[in-house]
Nanobody
Framework: QVQLVESGGGLVQAGGSLRLSCAASGRSFNRYVMGWFRQAPGKAREFVAAVTWIGGTTYSADSTKDRFTISRDNAENALYLQMNSLKPEDTAVYYC???????????????????WGQGTQVTVSS
Protein backbone atom coordinates (compact mmCIF):
# COMPACT_ATOMS: atom_id res chain seq x y z
CA GLN A 1 0.00 0.00 0.00
CA VAL A 2 1.51 3.29 -1.11
CA GLN A 3 1.73 5.99 1.53
CA LEU A 4 2.83 9.58 1.14
CA VAL A 5 3.11 11.46 4.41
CA GLU A 6 3.87 15.18 4.40
CA SER A 7 5.38 17.17 7.23
CA GLY A 8 7.02 20.52 7.81
CA GLY A 9 4.10 22.88 7.35
CA GLY A 10 3.30 25.64 9.79
CA LEU A 11 2.91 29.35 10.36
CA VAL A 12 5.64 31.65 9.07
CA GLN A 13 5.98 35.37 8.50
CA ALA A 14 6.24 36.80 5.01
CA GLY A 15 9.80 36.58 3.77
CA GLY A 16 10.51 33.47 5.81
CA SER A 17 11.30 29.93 4.76
CA LEU A 18 9.91 26.45 5.27
CA ARG A 19 11.02 23.02 4.16
CA LEU A 20 8.33 20.48 3.48
CA SER A 21 9.09 16.77 3.56
CA CYS A 22 7.24 13.80 2.15
CA ALA A 23 7.97 10.25 3.29
CA ALA A 24 7.12 7.77 0.55
CA SER A 25 6.60 4.05 1.11
CA GLY A 26 4.80 1.01 -0.21
CA ARG A 27 6.45 0.45 -3.59
CA SER A 28 9.45 1.19 -5.73
CA PHE A 29 9.27 4.66 -7.23
CA ASN A 30 11.93 4.07 -9.87
CA ARG A 31 9.47 4.59 -12.72
CA TYR A 32 7.70 7.45 -11.00
CA VAL A 33 7.70 11.19 -10.94
CA MET A 34 7.07 12.87 -7.60
CA GLY A 35 5.52 16.26 -7.12
CA TRP A 36 3.97 18.95 -4.98
CA PHE A 37 0.61 20.62 -5.46
CA ARG A 38 -1.08 23.19 -3.29
CA GLN A 39 -4.65 24.27 -2.70
CA ALA A 40 -5.69 27.58 -1.24
CA PRO A 41 -9.19 28.07 0.23
CA GLY A 42 -11.76 28.41 -2.53
CA LYS A 43 -9.26 27.67 -5.28
CA ALA A 44 -8.39 24.72 -7.44
CA ARG A 45 -5.43 22.49 -6.66
CA GLU A 46 -2.34 23.98 -8.29
CA PHE A 47 0.86 22.36 -9.53
CA VAL A 48 3.99 23.57 -7.78
CA ALA A 49 6.89 21.35 -8.80
CA ALA A 50 7.91 17.83 -9.80
CA VAL A 51 11.03 15.68 -9.96
CA THR A 52 11.74 12.34 -11.60
CA TRP A 53 12.73 9.71 -9.08
CA ILE A 54 15.53 8.43 -11.30
CA GLY A 55 17.66 11.15 -12.80
CA GLY A 56 16.28 13.97 -10.70
CA THR A 57 14.98 16.10 -13.56
CA THR A 58 12.92 18.92 -12.09
CA TYR A 59 9.92 20.88 -13.33
CA SER A 60 8.51 23.96 -11.64
CA ALA A 61 5.56 26.26 -12.01
CA ASP A 62 6.47 29.73 -13.21
CA SER A 63 4.77 31.29 -10.20
CA THR A 64 7.16 29.72 -7.68
CA LYS A 65 10.24 28.51 -9.56
CA ASP A 66 12.42 31.39 -8.37
CA ARG A 67 11.61 30.78 -4.70
CA PHE A 68 10.81 27.08 -4.34
CA THR A 69 13.15 24.14 -4.93
CA ILE A 70 12.11 20.51 -5.18
CA SER A 71 14.50 17.68 -4.40
CA ARG A 72 14.45 14.00 -3.48
CA ASP A 73 16.57 11.57 -1.51
CA ASN A 74 16.32 8.14 -3.09
CA ALA A 75 18.06 6.39 -0.21
CA GLU A 76 15.60 7.85 2.30
CA ASN A 77 12.56 7.55 -0.01
CA ALA A 78 11.88 11.20 0.69
CA LEU A 79 10.73 14.21 -1.27
CA TYR A 80 11.35 17.80 -0.24
CA LEU A 81 10.16 21.28 -1.09
CA GLN A 82 12.35 24.16 0.06
CA MET A 83 10.29 27.34 0.11
CA ASN A 84 12.02 30.70 0.47
CA SER A 85 10.82 34.30 0.44
CA LEU A 86 7.33 33.14 1.33
CA LYS A 87 4.39 35.41 0.58
CA PRO A 88 0.87 35.50 2.04
CA GLU A 89 -0.43 34.19 -1.31
CA ASP A 90 1.58 31.01 -0.75
CA THR A 91 -0.84 30.12 2.05
CA ALA A 92 -2.38 26.77 1.14
CA VAL A 93 -2.50 23.09 1.94
CA TYR A 94 0.50 21.47 0.25
CA TYR A 95 0.16 17.95 -1.09
CA CYS A 96 2.78 15.39 -2.00
CA UNK A 97 1.92 13.30 -5.03
CA UNK A 98 3.33 10.51 -7.18
CA UNK A 99 2.53 9.25 -10.65
CA UNK A 100 3.92 6.75 -13.11
CA UNK A 101 6.30 8.56 -15.41
CA UNK A 102 4.65 6.99 -18.48
CA UNK A 103 1.26 8.45 -17.53
CA UNK A 104 1.97 11.89 -16.13
CA UNK A 105 2.14 13.84 -19.37
CA UNK A 106 0.72 17.12 -18.16
CA UNK A 107 2.21 17.83 -14.73
CA UNK A 108 -0.28 20.65 -14.21
CA UNK A 109 -3.27 18.29 -14.28
CA UNK A 110 -3.96 16.75 -10.88
CA UNK A 111 -5.96 13.99 -12.58
CA UNK A 112 -2.80 12.45 -14.06
CA UNK A 113 -1.25 11.78 -10.68
CA UNK A 114 -2.00 8.53 -8.89
CA UNK A 115 -1.06 8.77 -5.24
CA TRP A 116 -1.65 11.66 -2.83
CA GLY A 117 -0.68 12.50 0.71
CA GLN A 118 -3.07 14.01 3.23
CA GLY A 119 -1.55 17.48 2.92
CA THR A 120 0.21 19.87 5.25
CA GLN A 121 -0.96 23.41 5.99
CA VAL A 122 1.32 26.33 5.22
CA THR A 123 0.20 29.72 6.49
CA VAL A 124 2.16 32.87 5.67
CA SER A 125 1.29 35.95 7.68
CA SER A 126 1.83 39.47 6.39
Amino acid sequence: QVQLVESGGGLVQAGGSLRLSCAASGRSFNRYVMGWFRQAPGKAREFVAAVTWIGGTTYSADSTKDRFTISRDNAENALYLQMNSLKPEDTAVYYCTAGAIDYVVNFYSEHEWTYWGQGTQVTVSS
